[in-house]
């Protein structure tokens, strides 16, 4: 590659830092607190990894050792007791409901009966005046 090759290389990448300042001293007093961090970190997470030579090769892939095998295991074991748990929570929470439910549905059945009993006995009253007349 050429040094004029190069040069451009440079010239664009120095082009591009300076927009990217001038939009940052444009827009840094809109920017929060919150947006930085995420964008630093965005920016951590879009950088490549070293290339290794497992990498290069598509047809080499990389066997998983018996250590990183166990320890798979060993994390599928581990989150399914935090699954159960998290079921039974919720099992848990809809039982509540369910007997809170109950509970009102129990509360008004003594007074339903009580007006049942009045209305049984208001009409039993009313049958014994008619048939006394």
């Known amino acids: 590659m050429g040094e004029g090759y190069m040069k451009k290389v440079r010239d664009t990448a120095n082009s591009c830092r300076k927009i990217y300042l001038m939009e940052l001293a444009l827009y840094a007093d809109t920017i929060t607190v919150d947006y930085d961090i995420w ?3 965005r ?3 879009q950088l490549t990894p070293p290339i290794d030579d497992a990498c ?4 080499s892939e990389e066997i ?3 250590l990183k095998r166990a ?5 599928c074991e581990k989150a399914k007791p935090l699954r159960d748990i998290s ?3 919720e099992e848990n929470y809809q039982l509540k409901i369910d007997v809170q439910i109950e509970k009102s549905r129990t509360e008004k059945a003594p007074k339903k009966v009580e007006v049942t009993r009045k ?5 039993h009253l009313e049958n014994k005046k008619l048939r006394t007349r």
């Open 64 to 66: 998983p050792s018996e």
């Open 87 to 89: 079921s039974l929570q």
């Open 71 to 75: 320890r798979h295991e060993f994390e």
């Open 119 to 123: 209305d049984l006995r208001d009409i």
């Open 39 to 41: 964008r630093q970190r």
């Open 56 to 59: 290069q090769n598509p047809f």
């Open 43 to 45: 920016v951590k997470s």
